[in-house]
Structures are given as structure tokens and as C-alpha cells.
């Protein structure tokens, strides 16, 4: 098979998020082009083998990009060569000290001051917007998300505008600015997903993270929350968090035992969290308290006493799981706060176990 035919191939298995099938195409794609001695189209090829490998093997992918990002061939096309430091930089994000993403970002900015493309640095704000996602820090994210989208153009190496209006939306979510989530979801939905799975399910994930801050019963939240989960993609964590969170909040207790006796998802902190304030969750349940969401706001003070007919046993033993995912999610704090300079991770435990005295205290514990 041809090069055009192969990568034309990959493409579409890429963007319906055949990220396995999208590799091996890319993969045979990049083959044809060194056959033939065509650097431009190997580089183009390997590195969207590397996109779609980093999807399910970090460790495949990560010394591609490394060839791709030190490419100084003038046959290269350098979008392609400047996009494989945008992956290495997004794959710092999760792995690396802040210090160490913040060297690379500057390494980038310079990089394109070199070659003359500076406008392509729009996505190197979108990418600092990431890391202040991670570290807690939502209008700082906020403030970075608007400034690369303002600088966004409809063309590569720019991310897509789902990929701009996703992660805009989720630092307002973050910074508890409810309008900026409502106008930012509104101009994700202006545009729609465009055909791309991955944006869909940003946009999925956006409409969720909106509905959760309306003033909506905890009831509406369940049928989106199933939809998303029913159709999810693999490597949106965030996102698969997201519909847990909203499943939890709106009570639907039997689709998470379902859930979570098929797959624990354990051993992060953003799952150790969830884990523990889904059984916080329940625990408000069994006293007969109303429902909260954990992640937007204070916790209103519990009352003097349960409700009349509270289950105050099934509260305590809820409540003692939550303390033991919480003490699990206490060790990925100290080491999160520090990768990433940050005391958010520490302040949100420390808040959780406040909240979870208090209910300890309206259930006899």
C-alpha cells in the first residue's frame, strides 16, 4: 500500500480514536517513506505513531518523540519536529517537577523564536495551562487557556479548538468561576466536536462539568453521567472522573458498584479523591442529608441531629472507607505538592478530613 493511501488510513482510524490500528498504519507509513528516502513524510508519520502510542505505551512513544524533537534535518517539516516538543512537554506534565516542564516550555518558546514561528507559541500557553491545572491553580489556567485561544488558528501544529475550549472550560470548572464555564461551554458547543471523537468527548465532559454547578437536582446529572460512561475513550481520565463524580452526587449507587466491582480504578490521588467522597456521598445519603458536591464548594454545616429515620450505622461504615481512601490519597498529596510546587493536593485532603469529622459527628461515630 502507498504512502498517501496508509497515512490517509491512519488518519481516520485516529480521529474515530483507533489509536492501536491509527499506530500500525502510521507505523507502515513512516516505513514507506524511509524506503524511499522522503524525510519529510517519515517525520510527519513517526511522529503521529508516537501521538497514538502515547494513548497506551508512554514507553514506546517517548524515544520517538526524542528522535523527532532533535531533528535538525532542513528536509523536516519543523511543525512536525516542534509538535514532538509540545508531547514531551505534555508528558512532563504528569511525570516531571514543575521546575523541569517550566525549562522545557521556555526551551520551546525559544525554539520558535529561532525558526521564526512564534505564533505557534498559542499552544505552548495552552500547554501552561495544563501544568496549572495539575498544580490547582485554576485562574491561573484560566487566564492562559484565554490568552492561547485568542492566538488559536485553524490549522497545524495548533491543537484543535476542542482541545483550546476543553481545557478552558475545565480550569474555569477548577477556579469555581461559574460564568466563564458557562460561556466557554457555550462557544464548545457553537462550534461542536467538528467530527473528532477526542473532541466529543471534551465537549461530553465540558456539558457535565457545567451542569454539575447549575442549580439542577442531583437527579438530572445521572443520565448524562451513564451516557458519557457508556461511550467513553480510553485516555480522558479526567473525564471518566468527571461522569463518576456526577453519578456519586446524583445517588445512582447501583451503576457504581457495577463500575467500580468490574474495575476499582485504583492508585492515583484524582481516583483516591473520588473514592472518598463518593462514600461521603453515600454516608449523606444514609443520614438523610442533601446531596454535595465535594469538589465545588463548602460543605454546608451538618445539622444538630440525622434525619428522622437516618441509618446511622450504614453512615459510619461509609465514612470509615472514605478515611481510608483518604489516608491512601494523604501520601500522593505530600508527593504531588511537591513534584509540583503547589499546596493544593495537601489543602484539599485536609479539607476532606474536616468535612468528614463533621458527618462523624452527626453519625455517633
Known amino acids: 500500500m502507498d504512502y498517501d493511501r496508509l ?49 497506551f505505551d508512554r ?121 466563564a464555564l458557562g460561556q466557554w461551554c457555550a462557544r464548545f458547543e457553537a462550534r461542536g466536536a467538528e467530527g473528532r471523537t477526542f473532541d466529543q468527548v471534551r465537549l461530553d465532559c465540558a456539558r457535565l462539568w457545567r451542569a454539575r454547578c447549575q442549580p439542577v437536582g442531583p437527579g438530572a446529572l445521572i443520565d448524562p453521567a451513564r451516557a458519557f460512561w457508556r461511550d467513553r475513550v480510553a485516555g480522558f481520565p479526567a473525564a471518566e472522573i468527571n461522569a463518576l463524580r456526577a453519578l456519586a452526587i446524583g445517588g445512582d449507587w447501583a451503576s457504581l458498584d457495577d463500575i467500580f466491582g468490574r474495575d476499582p480504578m485504583d492508585g492515583t490521588f484524582a481516583v483516591l479523591l473520588l473514592r472518598g467522597d463518593e462514600r461521603l456521598c453515600r454516608a ?30 450504614a453512615a ?3 465514612l470509615t472507607e472514605a478515611a481510608a481512601f483518604y489516608q491512601r490519597a494523604e501520601g500522593w498529596a505530600a508527593a504531588r505538592d511537591q513534584r509540583l510546587e503547589t499546596t493544593w493536593y495537601g489543602t484539599t485532603i485536609a479539607g476532606r478530613f474536616e468535612r468528614l469529622a463533621g458527618l462523624r459527628a452527626l453519625a455517633g461515630a
Open 316 to 318: 459510619r461504615r461509609w
Open 7 to 55: 497515512f490517509q488510513l491512519g488518519d481516520a482510524a485516529y480521529r474515530s480514536a483507533r489509536v492501536r490500528e491509527a499506530a500500525a498504519l502510521f507505523a507502515q507509513a513512516a516505513d514507506v517513506a524511509e524506503a524511499g528516502g522522503d524525510v519529510r513524510r517519515r517525520v510527519k508519520a513517526r511522529f503521529w505513531q508516537a501521538e497514538c502510542l502515547d494513548f
Open 59 to 179: 514507553d514506546q512513544a517517548t524515544p520517538l518523540l526524542l528522535e523527532l524533537a532533535a531533528c535538525r534535518d532542513p528536509a523536516a517539516d519543523p511543525a512536525h519536529v516542534y509538535k514532538a516538543n509540545e508531547s514531551l512537554i505534555n508528558a512532563a506534565i504528569s511525570a516531571k517537577p514543575a521546575a523541569t516542564t517550566r525549562r522545557l516550555l521556555a526551551g520551546a518558546r525559544a525554539y520558535l523564536d529561532g525558526i521564526g514561528h512564534r505564533p505557534w507559541a498559542a499552544n505552548l500557553d495552552y500547554l501552561e495551562a495544563t501544568l496549572e491545572i495539575a498544580r490547582g491553580d485554576g485562574p491561573a489556567a484560566l487566564r492562559l487557556s484565554a490568552a492561547g485561544w485568542a492566538a488559536w488558528q485553524d490549522d497545524f501544529p495548533w491543537y484543535t479548538a476542542g482541545g483550546y475550549l476543553g481545557t478552558a472550560c475545565e480550569a474555569a470548572f477548577l477556579a469555581g468561576d461559574r460564568a
Open 284 to 313: 449523606r445519603a444514609a443520614l438523610g442529608l442533601p446531596a454535595c458536591d465535594d469538589e465545588l464548594a463548602a460543605a454546608p454545616d451538618p445539622p444538630d441531629a440525622p434525619a428522622p429515620g437516618a441509618d446511622r450505622p
